[in-house]
């Protein structure tokens, strides 16, 4: 059975920074592509972050040079490190990996 968890979401305030994790089991994790994704209400989900299997990386317009993702293949996770947080990050997080989500993590940036 695949599982894909995500947390490290919270409360923060603009300027600040959260780290956000995403754990797989039941899955060849080495061999994926992760993308990060988030959903603010009334819009439509959006592609943050990916990371390849080989580790080479992409980012939205909207968070390049902010956020910065990685993975541990030995640990089957990948991070989504976000800094200068925005009150427009606010959303849920969610973590992609083959054909599989997770159940998101919530963002919440207060100005």
């Known amino acids: 059975q695949v599982r894909v968890v995500e947390s490290g979401g919270g409360l923060v305030q603009a300027g600040g920074s959260l780290r956000l994790s995403c754990a797989a089991s039941?899955?060849?994790?080495?061999?994926?592509?992760v993308d990060w994704y988030r959903q603010a209400p009334g819009k439509q989900r959006e592609l943050v972050a990916t990371?390849?299997?080989?580790?080479?990386?992409n980012y939205g317009d909207s968070v390049k040079g902010r956020f910065t993702v990685s993975r541990d293949n030995a640990k089957s996770t990948v991070s989504l490190q976000m800094n200068s947080l925005k009150p427009e990050d606010t959303a849920v997080y969610y973590c992609?990996?083959?054909?599989?989500w997770g159940q998101g993590t919530q963002v919440t940036v207060s100005s």
């Open positions: 039941g899955i060849i994790f080495s061999i994926n592509t």
């Open positions: 992609y990996i083959g054909v599989y």
């Open positions: 990371i390849t299997n080989l580790g080479s990386t």
